[in-house]
């Protein structure tokens, strides 16, 4: 008996949200024949449902005109359901056009009366939590979950790379006023060497400007050195990742690797771990420049304790 099909459309371009959606990407694949947006540079997170996912493009048409045409291509690919965990308003006036009779998703963006399955909106609800309700929504659930692998070869080339470091630290990541205050990671980096630590510096491309200025510090730089389907053998390497909120603090979680994650602006409760062996703190009125390490250093400490 064939599977009903479903599409999935989340955020293409961001590592966190595609993380926290493997889990009800695992509910979807064994419940539908699944399609997903998700991101050609992302797509080895899925490597488990491998033949069980089809991949599509980014469905993110930005004009009336060029919904319309995407929503005529929509229609005769025959969908009976979309989960439309993207939470914009033209993801869900897609799907409506399109006619897909099932449209599950989170009323924002006053986009309710698009949707035919209601989730809604807290900026509380922990993203786990919010996928499942996504599952529940048609009757199912998920198990809340994810779990990254690393390949022998990733963590055979971590292990040369690392240079014997143990705790990763993270300046980058999506804009400025989520980051970590230079000076703070500084005394970080100082303090933990001091400890007895060592320590590498983790990013990606386009973060090497928020690493510079900590490029002459004691610690082994690997800003952009490892494609992303790699830093699975970073982060099972190290022992502890102190980052700010974004992508690399959910794959050291997916890991299983413990993170001590900073959070500003971003709600913390929907997108920070609050169990261990992670922790999540906030800083002072949700203002990063206000984490200095004074602020820090009790958090550090803490987990340090742990290892």
Not at 67 to 96: D, H, M, N, Y
Request: net charge positive; with cysteine; aromatic share 6%.
């Amino acid at each position: 008996m064939s599977k009903p099909k479903a599409l999935l459309i989340t955020h293409p371009a961001r590592l966190g949200d595609t993380i926290l959606s493997i889990p009800l990407h695992r509910t979807l694949a064994a419940n539908y024949e699944l399609h997903s947006n998700a991101g050609e540079p992302y797509r080895f997170l899925f490597d488990e449902l491998k033949g069980q996912v089809a991949f599509t493009d980014p469905q993110a048409p930005k004009t009336l005109g060029e919904i319309i045409k995407k929503a005529r291509e929509l229609r005769a690919e025959g969908f009976q359901t979309c989960f439309i965990l993207r939470p914009s308003f033209r993801s869900a006036l897609l799907c409506k056009l399109a006619k897909i009779p099932q449209r599950v998703g989170e009323c924002t963006e006053g986009r309710g009366f698009l949707l035919t399955h209601k989730l809604p909106y807290s900026p509380d609800l922990a993203e786990f939590e919010r996928m499942d309700k996504f599952a529940q929504l048609v009757g199912l659930s998920t198990d809340k979950t994810a779990h990254l692998p690393a390949s022998p070869e990733s963590l055979t080339k971590a292990t040369a790379a690392l240079q014997g470091a143990t705790v990763g630290i993270v300046p980058g990541g999506t804009w400025p006023q989520k980051l970590i205050p230079t000076e703070t990671l500084r005394q970080t980096i100082h303090h933990l060497v001091a400890q007895g630590h060592k320590v590498a510096m983790l990013g990606g491309p386009g973060d090497e400007i928020y690493c510079k200025p900590l490029k002459k510090e004691p610690l082994v730089d690997l800003v952009a050195k490892f494609k992303l389907s790699e830093m699975a053998g970073i982060l099972k390497s190290i022992k502890l990742l102190i980052t700010p909120d974004g992508g690399l603090s959910h794959f050291s979680v997916a890991c299983g690797t413990p993170a001590l994650i900073a959070f500003g602006p971003t709600p913390h409760k929907r997108w920070g771990y609050h169990i261990e062996p992670h922790k999540t703190i906030v800083a002072p009125g949700s203002n990063m420049e206000r984490l200095t390490w004074a602020e820090f250093q009790p958090h550090v400490e803490e987990m340090l304790a742990k290892l």
